[in-house]
């Protein structure tokens, strides 16, 4: 979505920003189911979870999972170990349908926290990732890959209506994958809504990910001055000279009396993850600059923000102001 900038409100004082404490620790079992279209980063996440702490396990067969999660629950008065549990349409036995039965039954359990993780990508990247790994398509071994990727679709793609979490990888590198899993699915007690703060460049198509979007090829675009065009958003230079823009210091306080009040009300809604995106026409100077002043508030305010600029290098041939 893109958010326009609203009238100022007052902003909150630090106090109301701050994430409210919960109101304790849940003792419910951490469980993530992970699946999608094949291709669109199945191990990628796995990997993910598996380097957060959970026992990851991809291809099991489904009969097998309640065998699984008991020989992992643990022993009389410790905690049960995590688990992610990866399937898509290799599986041996995979039913879409008999998958989201069985989600919606671990859902209704008292002792666990079953989350359906659901990833997708745009058919002309998933057939490009193909022809780079020489790999054929696990339901069409002996046609062309586009094949299997259409059938796949009209098979599963259906079940991202079911998914607590729906991710479109289409534009994502593994790094930023990651990134976005840990906010989703980090261990250990979470105080309020994670944040994500991106810059990037509306030349390249806005991030997939972004849950607020804002624009700011209004204000003074450095590009046009030869020294500054060869640096970043990340300079103090050119950070300098995007704030003598009149409209500077008013948008960042828009930014802030939008923002502010918006995120006790996620905290309460019980959001977990909060992906704020800027951007501007190259994504190199004017969305780094006020990602990076953006983040830096919220930090301040005493959020847990991760900040990252997905085009301020310049790579991808696309070029442009930034």
């Given amino acids: 979505m893109i958010v326009p900038v609203l009238p100022m409100l007052e902003s909150p004082p630090p106090s109301s920003l701050s994430p409210s404490s919960p109101a304790g620790t849940s003792r419910r079992r951490p469980f993530v189911l992970v699946t999608g279209l094949s291709g669109a980063g199945r191990m990628t996440a796995l990997n993910a979870l598996e ?3 959970y026992v990851a396990v ?7 999972l309640g065998d699984m999660m008991r020989s992992t629950a643990g022993s009389s008065g410790t905690t049960a170990t995590p688990l992610a549990f990866g399937v898509d349409t290799r599986t041996f036995g995979f039913d879409p349908q ?18 359906l993780l659901f990833l997708d990508c745009d058919t002309e990247v998933l057939q490009r990732r193909y022809t780079e790994s ?11 890959v ?16 079911s998914a607590d979490v729906a991710i479109d990888t289409s534009a994502l590198s593994p790094h930023a994958l990651k990134q976005l899993l840990a906010g989703q699915f980090a261990l250990g007690s979470r105080a309020g809504t994670r944040l994500s703060v991106m ?3 509306f030349r390249r198509g806005l991030p997939r990910e972004a849950d607020l979007v804002f624009d ?3 204000l003074k675009n450095p590009h046009y001055d030869p020294v500054l065009k060869l640096q970043t958003g990340r300079d103090p230079a050119v950070a300098a000279f995007i704030a003598t823009d009149p409209d500077f210091q008013p ?4 930014l802030k009396g939008l923002i502010g009040p918006l995120l006790p009300r996620f905290d309460a809604e019980g959001k977990a993850y909060l992906t704020i995106a800027v951007g501007c026409t190259g994504g190199r100077h004017r969305s780094v600059a006020v990602a990076e002043v953006l983040a830096d508030w919220l930090r301040g305010v005493g959020r847990s923000v991760t900040l990252s600029h997905r085009d301020a290098d310049g790579s991808g041939g696309l070029g442009g102001a930034g």
């Fill in 199 to 201: 810059s990037f460049s």
């Fill in 98 to 115: 008999e998958l989201v039965r069985r989600v919606r039954k671990l859902r209704q359990r008292p002792d666990l926290d079953a989350k």
């Fill in 134 to 144: 020489r790999r054929p398509h696990p339901l069409a071994p002996d046609r062309p």
């Fill in 251 to 254: 948008f960042i306080g828009h």
């Fill in 51 to 53: 380097d957060m702490g």
């Fill in 58 to 64: 991809d291809n099991m067969p489904l009969p097998l």
């Fill in 216 to 218: 700011t090829r209004f």
């Fill in 146 to 161: 586009i094949d299997g990727i259409v059938e796949e679709r009209r098979q599963i793609e259906w079940i991202r209506d």
